[in-house]
């Protein structure tokens, strides 16, 4: 405790020895000594954490409670511990594997209970047998979900196993009466035929009717599932799905399972906004940006507020707004920078400067060249300078030139903001 205490202490001395000698004061230097007293300090700690969890486990106590006493053979204390048991578990709201694993330990401690008096009792072990599909299958399912993720990613084409024993087992349709398999299981489907829209509804109806009974790590998978599908489909072409990612972030930050211990991404933070920004949602974007700007990394939060606040300001047309806002700011993520750079180009062109739109696009195109580790993204940030500078040059007046203008543009693959160009045509 001592040690604890003084390492918490602001005013502590740094080095170990100063350290030792105040929490031993008489005791000789030993860094032997002092290895072991932070040895145990940290198993303390260990079990601490341990216990904590423990102690924070819905119905963990009670069933260990009850396991330690049937196995003394103290009865009535056994009964009493199982009672308890089962009432936490079911005034929590959790339904999830977890619940399954821990109704399963229940049932076996009160068989191993009962069946010493009534040997012949059968009911157990169609219980028991019953609550092991179960937590089997809601597991299951979840790995399932999370590798056909990590396929998608990383193109994989290794098959985990007892897949179609998980088809074959759910054509029983009891299993899908728990939210617990059919959430899973409508996911993985949603996930395996991107195609069909028919499971990515039943999935969305699954997670908001009954998103409570899973831990927020399980609800937070869950989300990124979804929108990850969407903006696939966003990406092939269906915007209506924009739609879908909205309700899920909005859905995932109401309930804080985008959170992470109170920290919201950056990376999320900018693709929320992207997606209220295309569903129009405006008044939403700009709550949002407020809103959730202090639960960034502190590292991020200038940057990621001032660019975030500057598209909106430029999807309201206010381009002088977005323009003051991006040339006070400070970018020094290289890819965030470039896509500050480019909202300045559009913003000039939009405002007819196009005799300092042309020096912004040369002293662009020089920090593209100079700018190390930025790969793919170099090509498709020249392209999109290369053809703002043919297009700002371009004579209107000859329909040939302009009509070949747009047509390299549209058939070039490497090309950032290709619909923004296209749309000056």
């Not at 260990?64 to 056994?78: I, N, P, T, V, W």
């Not at 879908?244 to 909005?250: H, V």
Request: aromatic content about 14%; some cysteine.
């Amino acid at each position: 405790m001592l040690l604890y205490q003084a390492l918490l202490d602001k005013n502590a001395p740094e080095d170990n020895e100063s350290l030792f000698a105040r929490i031993c004061p008489g005791k000789p230097w030993s860094p032997t000594a002092f290895r072991l007293l932070m040895s145990d300090l940290q198993k303390l700690l260990d079990q601490y954490l341990a216990l904590e969890h423990w102690l924070d486990t819905p119905a963990a106590v009670e069933t260990d409670m009850a396991q330690a006493y049937r196995q003394r053979g103290l009865e009535r204390h056994f009964e009493d511990a199982l009672n308890l048991a089962k009432t936490g578990l079911e005034r929590n709201a959790l339904r999830n594997s977890e619940y399954f694993i821990r109704s399963g330990q229940l049932l076996w401690e009160e068989a191993r209970f009962q069946t010493q008096h009534h040997p012949e009792e059968e009911r157990f072990f169609t219980a028991l047998s019953d609550n092991a599909d179960l937590i089997w299958l809601s597991q299951k399912l979840r790995y399932l979900c999370l590798y056909k993720a990590y396929q998608t990613r990383f193109q994989s084409n290794r098959e985990l196993p007892f897949r179609a024993e998980v088809d074959s087992l759910l054509s029983r349709p009891d299993f899908l009466h728990h939210p617990a398999v059919s959430t899973w299981y409508y996911c993985l489907k949603m996930l395996e035929s991107p195609e069909s829209d028919q499971f990515f509804q039943l999935f969305k109806t699954e997670v908001f009717a009954h998103g409570f009974i899973f831990r927020a790590e399980e609800m937070r998978d869950l989300h990124l599932f979804a929108i990850n599908y969407c903006i696939r489909k966003v990406n092939e072409g269906h915007s209506q799905f924009f739609h879908d990612i909205m309700d899920f972030y909005k859905d995932g930050l109401s309930k804080g399972h985008l959170l992470d211990r109170g920290v919201l991404s950056h990376f999320t933070y900018y693709n929320i906004v992207a997606a209220a920004l295309q569903t129009c949602d405006y008044a939403w974007a700009e709550n949002f940006i407020q809103d959730y700007r202090n639960m960034l990394e502190r590292r991020y939060r200038d940057s990621a507020y001032s660019f975030n606040m500057a598209r909106l300001k430029f999807a309201r047309k206010a381009y002088p707004e977005a323009l003051e806002l991006l040339q006070h700011s400070n970018y020094h993520e290289p890819l965030l920078n470039m896509a500050a750079k480019t909202m300045a180009i559009k913003i000039y062109y939009e405002l007819d400067e196009y005799e300092v739109l042309d020096a912004h696009l040369e002293a662009f195109i020089k920090y593209i060249r100079r700018k190390p580790g930025l790969g793919y993204h170099r090509q498709h940030y020249l392209q999109m300078a290369r053809f703002t500078q043919k297009l700002i040059h371009l004579n209107w007046i000859n329909k040939a030139e302009v009509q070949l203008l747009r047509d390299r543009i549209a058939a070039e693959p490497a090309l950032a903001e290709k619909e923004w160009l296209l749309e000056r045509f």
